[in-house]
């Protein structure tokens, strides 16, 4: 709700600040007295185009300041300015600030936040309605009747959205299986001679390191087979080295006892055979394991060139040829098992569809219901305005299938017929200014606490009218600000004006050259003085000021 409005600088108006409370309040004054500047105002710090022109003459620059409660937790709206980091402590209202250059730059701030007057536009639907003979927002734009209608009907949409989204997830991994399925069957034949190919290599892992290890182990052998017979031979027979020493340390050992340096020299060639002995083992082992095979390594060569030239040819490491192996049988497993899957999923999809539909038309049912009595309701509010000829209708048509969506499977309108046998058509196309805007209230009296935001305008609404058809919507006009709304009207009747909570008078005054635009609010006796004057013109008489006392007592 708009709780107060600060303008400088715009058009005529220098300073005003002004403080706004719910319920009904009427703005009057005399035509040409700028009442459309306070709109232009209050549009241009909910995000309407910056026109420099409405910067005051000789002014540098004009601002705009409103403030609105704070939106409850869990709104739209709440959730719309966390989204954009915009925070409000507890109990601090909702302050927005436009500042306009005269050379035709703006800034806009939200609670002293710098913001784009897109968010402001956005932000401002959820904050004001402003209903005008120009109007082409609000209940103008079909694209918001459809949330009207649910929420006039009491109609959780939340069903169909859920079923919506689970029926598009099955379609999704639907279309998704057919595509892989498609794909492995373009290359069914290469993958078929792929799988053969490996499963006949059949690859393992660690196997490539393995061969290339075994295979320069045997390399190795036979450079060095030759010196390592040689040298085994040294060690072989009578007249090897280990023999000969065996034979040295028999006879030193019958000798060893007539003189210490012969027992040491004996316990040296021990150890020297000793060594020997190992030293001969390890040659043996060791020409065992570079044992020399040509059969044998031209196999282990074969092998490894093999798997090399496949790793190549699937552009893999060696090493990974295995895990392909499995991928590649898995994708030609897929193609065999793939019209079982696909058929499951295909029942996942009609059973999405099934569901959806079933919700959908419960819903488009519910909303069939609510039209009907949402144009009995209409109906009954027009002919006290004067539009008795006309009539309303709520139309709710179903969408071609690939049209359906997460709000149901209808497109829902408002039309009008303003003349009997008319047909019926949007109401911004048929309607003149004036019956468009009692249309609008008919509808807003109807849908009453349905939807919308919290403070409404009405400009002019009762414009061309007079006498029962303005009581009618001053009527109307106080009704739909019960409970909390707050409406403000700017308004030439007197009947209008009568059934606000508060008033505001707009006046132009000048000193010499400057012409200013103020507003003031009327206490009681100012409203009837005003009244009065919009009863009899620019000369206030007794009977109008009893007249205009008649329609206070009737609030």
Known sequence: MLTALSIANIVL???????????????????????????????????????????????DKAQVTASFTPPAAGTPLAALLAENEIELETGEPLLIRRTLKADGGSRAFLNDQPCSAALLREIGTFLVEIHGQHDDRGLLAPAGHRALLDAYARADSGAVAAAHAMWRVAEEKLAAARSAVAEAERDREWLEHCVAELQALDPQPGEEGTLADSRAAMQKGEKIAGDLGTILEAFDGSAGGPALLRGAARRLDRLAGDHPLLAEALASLDRAIIEADEAETALQDAARALEYDPERLEATETRLFELRAMARKHNVQPDELA????????????????????????????????????????????????AARLDVAVAGELVPLKLDAAKFQTLVERLPTERWGADGMDRVEFLISTNPGAPFAPLAKIASGGELSRFILALKVALAEEGGADTIIFDEIDRGVGGAVASAIGERLARLARGGKQLLAVTHSPQVAAKGASHFMIAKSSEGTVTRTGVRALDEAGRREEIARMLSGAEVTEEARAQAERLLETI
């Open 13 to 59: 108006i220098e300073r005003l600040d002004l403080d706004f409370e719910a319920g009904l309040g009427v703005l009057t004054g005399e035509t040409g007295a700028g009442k459309s500047i306070l709109l232009d105002a209050l549009g241009l710090a909910l995000g309407m185009r910056a026109d420099s022109a409405l910067v005051r003459q000789g002014a």
């Open 323 to 370: 895990e392909l192996a499995g991928e590649l049988a898995a994708r030609l497993d897929a193609i065999e098992g793939g019209s079982a899957g696909i058929a499951k999923l295909e029942a996942a999809v009609a059973e999405g569809a099934a569901a959806y539909t079933h919700a959908a038309t419960a819903l488009s049912d519910l909303r069939a219901k609510a």
